[in-house]
């Protein structure tokens, strides 16, 4: 029997980088909400690095992160960046690309 593997970076669909400060409350946030997102929208099809700029100042530094937290969107191309804790779901959506999510109606009304 299998174990299904998350897809690596040469076989992601979407590729984020979250840039972080530690576990502040809006990079804690932050991270909830995309990972809420990816498994809503972009299960199995998506690699999530999640990085604390305390940690990694470099790479901050080459990605020219200049706020905390800040989402890279690195595929599909082009590449995209929204800043903040990433709660307004609409406009993350909008700025990634994925696409609302279908509504259901129950009737109740």
């Not at 804690?28 to 990085?51: H, S």
Request: charge should be negative; aromatic fraction near 6%; glycine fraction near 6%.
């Amino acid at each position: 029997m299998a174990t299904e593997q998350p897809p690596t970076l040469a076989e992601a669909d979407y590729v984020f980088q979250l840039f972080i400060t530690g576990a502040t409350p809006n990079s804690t946030r932050a991270v909830r909400n995309l990972k809420d997102i990816c498994e809503q929208y972009l299960a199995g099809r998506y690699e999530l690095q999640i990085i604390d700029i305390y940690q990694q100042p470099l790479l901050a530094k080459e990605e020219q992160i200049i706020a905390a937290p800040t989402l890279v969107r690195k595929r599909p191309l082009p590449v995209r960046r929204l800043i903040g804790d990433l709660s307004e779901r609409a406009t993350v959506l909008a700025t990634l690309g994925l696409p609302d999510p279908p509504t259901t109606d129950d009737g109740n009304g």
